[in-house]
C-alpha cells in the first residue's frame, strides 16, 4: 500500500561516483520535492517540481540534479558525491493545493565513502 | 532568517502522561499552513496534525492536539496518554508560497522519549 516508494533503501557509493535515487508516487499527486536530511537535523528542501515546472532552491549546489520523466516518477542524480552528502535523502508529493500535507517515501539512506 | 524554530532538542515523558512540543514560526504571508510531522528511527515522516492560518479552531487528530496561538506565532503539538510507540523525532513545518509551489519547510526538531 506504499504509495510514495524510493528506492534503495540504502546506498553505499564512492567518492565522485555519479549516483542516482529514485522516488515513485501512486497518488497522482502534482508536486514532487527531494530534500536531504542529514544527521540531527531539519530536512532541507533541495527542489521541487510542480507537474513539469522545475523549481531549484537557491542554495541547492550544482552537484545536485533532477529528473522527473512523468508523473509517477523522480529522480535525484548526484554528478559527483562529496563525503559532505552523505545523507537522509526523502522525496515527498502533494497534490499542491492549499490545507494538503506533504506524503512522504521512507527515504534512501546515502552513505558516501 | 529562522523560519520555523524548535528550541527543546530532547524531551523525556512518563508514559501515559501528557508532553507538550513547542514550535514558533514567523511569516508575513496572511495564509499559512502549520504541520506536524513524527519521524521514527526508520526515516520515514509521518504526517500528524494540520493546521490552517483561518482556522478558528485548534485542530484535533485522536492524542494529537495543536495548541495555535496566532497573535504569538506559535502553533505546540500536545500528545496525550503517551506510549512508548510515540518516542521518536518530532518536527513542525510551514507551508509557504503560493497554490501550485508551496514549499514545506521544516524546524530542526525535538526528540522525545517515552519512558515506561
Known amino acids: 500500500d506504499a504509495m510514495v516508494i524510493q528506492n534503495p533503501r540504502y546506498q553505499v557509493t564512492q567518492f565522485g561516483k555519479p549516483v542516482t535515487l529514485s522516488c515513485s508516487q501512486t497518488l497522482n499527486h502534482n508536486v514532487m520535492y527531494w530534500y536531504q536530511q542529514k544527521s540531527s537535523q531539519a530536512p532541507k528542501l533541495l527542489f521541487h517540481?510542480?507537474?513539469?515546472?522545475?523549481?531549484n532552491e537557491a542554495d541547492t549546489p550544482d552537484n545536485f540534479q533532477s529528473r522527473r520523466p512523468n508523473t509517477s516518477f523522480c529522480f535525484l542524480d548526484i554528478r559527483s558525491p562529496g563525503l559532505g552528502d552523505t545523507a537522509m535523502y526523502l522525496c515527498?508529493?502533494?497534490?499542491?493545493?492549499?490545507?494538503?500535507?506533504?506524503?512522504f517515501g521512507q527515504g534512501t539512506r546515502l552513505t558516501v565513502v | 532568517a529562522q523560519k520555523i524554530t524548535q528550541t527543546q532538542p530532547g524531551m523525556f515523558v512518563q508514559e501515559k502522561e501528557a508532553v507538550t512540543l513547542d514550535c514558533t514560526y514567523d511569516?508575513?504571508?496572511?495564509?499559512?499552513?502549520l504541520f506536524w510531522y513524527k519521524q521514527p528511527s526508520s526515516g520515514e515522516m509521518i504526517f500528524l496534525i494540520y493546521q490552517g492560518s483561518y482556522d478558528q479552531q485548534n485542530a484535533t487528530e485522536g492524542r494529537y492536539s495543536l495548541n495555535f496561538q496566532k497573535a504569538r506565532k506559535s502553533a505546540n503539538l500536545v500528545i496525550s496518554a503517551s506510549q512508548l510507540g510515540d518516542s521518536a523525532m518530532y518536527f513542525c513545518a510551514m507551508r509557504e508560497g503560493i497554490s501550485g509551489t508551496y514549499k514545506y519547510i521544516f524546524g530542526t526538531g525535538t526528540r522525545l522519549k517515552v519512558l515506561a
Open positions: 517540481y510542480y507537474d513539469k515546472d522545475f523549481n
Open positions: 511569516t508575513s504571508d496572511p495564509s499559512y499552513g
Open positions: 515527498a508529493t502533494s497534490t499542491g493545493q492549499t490545507d494538503t500535507e506533504a506524503f
